[in-house]
């Protein structure tokens, strides 16, 4: 499953979107990106949101802040941003200093503008079947399956890995029965994994779609896959070997009927989503 062609075709449609959105409003949706620190990967992830926008029209802003920026500080900074009318979404850039309380600045985002869905109002809102945004990757996952036209409905889904940023809204999006944004309903039957689960074996290779989110590379291993599984990578370590997912590529793939490859697999469509849900978020200032 190719995600960097998928996300090309996304941006492709966003970016027709964003340049109708223009023309009818006469407003250019903006993202400001903010990042505390010289965290190196952080930096990488940042300048290919900004290169993102550019791609779909979207304007951006990077307000780089040190890492000896205080919390007061920084939600200041988030203060000025919630009240700019021509800044329509916000990203925070994770993650931040161990000085800084990361809720606390992650909730002091306007919803909004919270284009990553990590505010609880809008994982509420997701809880509830009706999403404002839909989180970034879980909903580049969704898009993945849809697009590779992976029917989900009644199937066994089984997210291992229980963040608040894949396992736990992944879980949600694939157990919804309807959706007012995104693809469409997923229905399956999921069962949410972690590192305490007992007989994680067995309880992957009953699934009919594995979504790994565990941080572990090469965790999956081809005796924990059932034949002709879909497998979605979500994971990207990085070894000594160079990148590398929670899946080990070279086994499983012998085994998975389809299967998401690191990098190249969920990566691109995370900022993909990210472009799109700061376009939605135009659009819902605009109302």
């Known amino acids: 499953m190719d995600g960097k062609a998928i996300s090309k075709e996304i941006q492709a449609e966003i970016a027709t979107e964003v340049a109708s959105f223009i023309e009818q409003s006469g407003v250019t949706p903006c993202l400001a990106a903010v990042l505390v620190g010289d965290d190196p990967a952080s930096e990488v992830y940042v300048r290919n949101k900004h290169r993102a926008c550019e791609r779909v029209g979207i304007a951006s802003q990077m307000h780089k802040l040190p890492a000896s920026t205080s919390q007061d500080e920084l939600l200041q900074l988030i203060s000025q941003l919630n009240a700019q009318d021509d800044v329509h979404g916000i990203l925070i850039q994770l993650p931040l200093p161990d000085s800084i309380d990361t809720l606390q600045v992650l909730d002091a985002v306007d919803p909004g503008k919270d284009v990553d869905a990590f505010h609880p109002e809008n994982v509420g809102l997701i809880s509830q079947g009706r999403p404002r945004f839909l989180p970034c990757t879980p909903h580049g996952v969704q898009q993945i399956l849809d697009r590779c036209g992976i029917e989900m409905s009644g199937k066994h889904a089984v997210i291992v890995g229980r963040s608040d ?3 736990k809204p992944m879980s949600m999006l694939l157990t919804a029965k309807n959706s007012t944004r995104g693809p469409q309903a997923a229905n399956a039957t999921v069962t949410l994994c972690h590192s305490r689960t007992q007989n994680l074996h067995e309880v992957c290779r009953s699934a009919d779609v594995i979504v790994a989110a565990i941080g572990v590379p090469k965790f999956i291993t081809a005796d924990m896959v059932k034949p002709g599984a879909v497998v ?33 697999g969920v990566g691109p469509l995370t900022v993909t989503m990210l472009m799109y849900n700061t376009l939605d978020a135009a659009k819902l200032m605009a109302r």
Do not use: Q, S
């Open 165 to 167: 940023i894949v396992g």
């Open 232 to 264: 979605v990578d979500v994971g990207i370590n990085r070894t000594n070997d160079g990148l590398c997912g929670d899946v080990d590529f070279d086994t499983v793939k012998e085994i998975a009927g389809h299967l998401t490859p690191v990098p190249g």
